[in-house]
């Protein structure tokens, strides 16, 4: 029997994760590759602006093409998995872990280059460090979370509630 959500914290964390990156993916990050070609309601091109004006985001401003093929990928690939994700986490389903272990090392692995590119490229780091900061914070959100769903679900078999049953060794 899988315990209740409330009572296995990484995973709730998790299903907040892929809650909240759900009207995150539509409303903000879609921006980076629709703004020109959509109108967003003023509200959320506000957020879009306040956030990139503040955290310095020339990444979502000014976006190279291999950024906005991480985005393309976001919104096709990740945004029809965040729902099922969620619900799999939220219920503890274990059919989830092949495909969050893939998730997560594609997330993971498109954050490299986007921190490497705001800390070392000049066109696209900020001009202050306290800002730097401000911005690899909120990204490494979204390496660490999918870091961690790799983890567990490499590590075990049946990842949820009581169920949790460490890989073995082959």
């Not at 009207?23 to 980076?32: A, F, K, M, R, Y």
């Not at 976001?74 to 994700?85: D, G, R, S």
Request: proline share 7%; glycine share 2%; aromatic share 18%.
């Amino acid at each position: 029997m899988v315990k209740p959500l409330l009572r296995r914290f990484g995973d709730l964390v998790v299903f907040l994760y892929f809650i909240t990156h759900i009207p995150i993916t539509i409303l903000i990050d879609s921006q980076v590759l629709l703004r020109k070609s959509i109108t967003y309601h003023p509200a959320i091109s506000s957020v879009f602006d306040d956030y990139s004006v503040n955290f310095q985001d020339k990444l979502v401003t000014n976006a190279p093409l291999w950024f906005q093929v991480f985005t393309l990928c976001e919104l096709i690939l990740q945004l029809p998995f965040f729902p099922v994700a969620a619900y799999a986490y939220y219920k503890g389903k274990n059919w989830i872990r092949i495909p969050a272990i893939v998730y997560g090392v594609h997330v993971v692995t498109t954050l490299i280059p986007i921190l490497s590119t705001q800390f070392f490229d000049p066109e696209y780091r900020p001009t202050s460090n306290i800002v730097l900061l401000g911005l690899s914070a909120i990204y490494s959100i979204y390496f660490f979370i999918p870091f961690y769903i790799v983890v567990t679900n490499v590590l075990y078999e049946k990842p949820f509630g009581d169920e949790l049953v460490k890989k073995k060794k082959q």
